[in-house]
Every structure is written in C-alpha cells, then in structure tokens.
C-alpha cells in the first residue's frame, strides 16, 4: 500500500522553513502593515470579556495577544503549524504579560479540538488548507453552543495594489513561474467571495456573510522606498518569483519595482490599496 499523505504536508514544509524566519525577524512590520485588518477583524468579532478565543493560523500571535486583552476573563489560544512562529508568540506573550493567551503547533485542518471556543478567528490564516472543507468542518466542532467565526482574507490579487503593482513591474524581467490553480492554497485562495460562501456553507456554517473591506496599507510597515524593495526581496512570493532568474534579472526587477512603488511614497512610507473579504459565520 503506498505511504498515507501528510496533511498540510506542503505547507507545514514552507512556513517552517525561511519564510517563517522572514515573519519572524520582521514581525513588528508585518504587525504595521497589517494592522488596518486586525482591527477590523476584532471589531467584527465583537469579544467579550468571557468570550474563549481560538485564533487559527495566528502567526507570532499578535492577534492573539489582542483577544486575550479583550477577554481578560476568558482566554485566547493561538494555533499554527509553524514552530519557529508559535516560538515567537510564547515569547511574545510572556514579555508582554499576558497570561490567559496560549499558543500551540497544531494543524487546524486536523487537530482534534474540544468544543470550547466561543469564536474562532483568523487574520491571514485560513487560505492554505489543502482540503479547506474538511478543515473548516473540523474547525466548526471547535465552537461552543452559539460560537461564531469571523475572519479576514485576501480578495483576489489584482484587486490588491500592494501586490499588483510590485509584482507586474518585476515579471517584466524575470521568468515566470506557471501559475497556481485558483483553489491551490496560497495567499489569494480565497479571492473569490463565492467559493468562500461555498467552502463555509459545504463545512456546515450558517449565517454566512462575506463583506469586501478595502483601506490603503503601509507597505513593510513603513520606511523609506528602499525598505520596502528590501523587504519585498526577502518574502517567499519573491523568492518564487526570482527562483529561475539569473542575478541581472533580479537586479533589473528590483529596480523595476522601486519606480513603480515610488509614486505611492508617502511621509510615513509607501502606501497602496489592498483589498479583503471580512467573513462571518455561525454553527447550527
């Protein structure tokens, strides 16, 4: 019989590997840059001080951190399946002083949570399932009586400008990579509102809603042009970009990439439109 798959196994590769170093050494940044959504995310979670939180794909946990101080009574968990992040977030945690958040490598497509979570939360975390019906099957049985999910996820990439236009200006230069199925899990896996709708109802949710949310973002968090550019280089979009590119290429793209970011400058940094799907939903 041949070996069984390992769920997630692709993934659970990629995000213990140099990427999660990058969200690691850059986590301030990231937390900059993707402060607009975590707030929305949190006013539409609408926690209360009891509430028990479960932040799925939770990174180097400052969402979690963020639920936990709202629900000084209750507890927010995070989970990832990146050790060197949930690594991060312990430590985050434990310098920041909050003790009712806790943080565990466990894969949320398969881990066998109790039903104890009055709501489940997600920022950027949910769009790299390799069966996301399963996963967020297996998640719903996470939810306490009347729990609820809400989360925040990218809508499709050109209706991003922060990804749109660095990364038209570099495929100018570079050979390209074959484009991923649209369903193949990665950032944009979810850009399409009605798969959304399809995956949540198929997993057994109620009540689904799936608003757009569009707000400019601080590219990098903030910093000259040249940090962004820098910051841009070291990501893994980038490094799957430029896999097949010979030095010259690359030099030339990321000059490609600085001219097209520096109309967006701005007195705190390079600033460009990003848009996302603001997700609800209830259990029955």
């Known amino acids: 019989m041949p ?13 213990n590997s140099d990427e999660s170093r990058h969200w690691v050494d850059h986590q301030d940044r990231y937390d900059r840059m993707l402060l607009p959504f975590a707030t929305a995310l949190l006013e539409a979670a609408a926690l209360t001080p009891t509430d028990r939180v479960l932040d799925v794909g939770c990174g180097t946990g400052p969402t979690t951190l963020d639920a936990a101080r709202i629900t000084s009574s209750g507890r927010a968990r995070g989970v990832d399946i990146s050790v060197p992040m949930i690594e991060a977030a312990r430590a985050r945690a434990e310098g920041a002083g909050v003790p009712n958040a806790t943080f565990d490598v466990l894969d949320a497509q398969v881990a066998p949570f109790p039903p104890d979570s009055d709501a489940l939360i997600s920022r950027f975390g949910v769009m790299f399932f ?23 996820c990218w809508q499709d990439l050109f209706a991003n400008e922060w990804m749109a236009v660095p ?21 944009f896996s979810f ?19 799936v608003e757009p949310f ?42 490609a990439v600085g001219d097209a970011l520096e109309p967006f400058l701005t007195n705190d940094g390079v600033r460009l439109g990003a848009a996302v799907w603001l997700v609800g939903a209830g259990s029955p």
């Open 130 to 152: 390799d069966d996301p019906v399963a996963a967020f099957a297996n998640l719903r049985r996470a939810l306490a009586p009347a729990g609820r999910l809400c989360f925040v």
């Open 214 to 255: 569009e707000t400019s973002m601080l590219l990098a968090g903030g910093g000259s042009l040249e940090d962004a550019v820098v910051f841009l280089r070291s990501t893994g979009m980038a490094r799957a970009l430029f896999a097949r590119a010979s030095a010259d290429e690359i030099e030339r793209a990321l000059g």
């Open 191 to 209: 850009g399409n509102a009605d798969r959304v709708r399809d995956v949540l109802g198929s997993a057994g949710y109620t009540d689904v809603t």
């Open 167 to 187: 990364g038209m200006a570099a495929a100018q230069h570079v050979p390209t990579p074959e484009p991923a199925p649209d369903d193949a899990p990665g950032p």
């Open 3 to 15: 070996e069984p798959v390992e769920t997630n196994a692709a993934q659970a590769e990629y995000w």
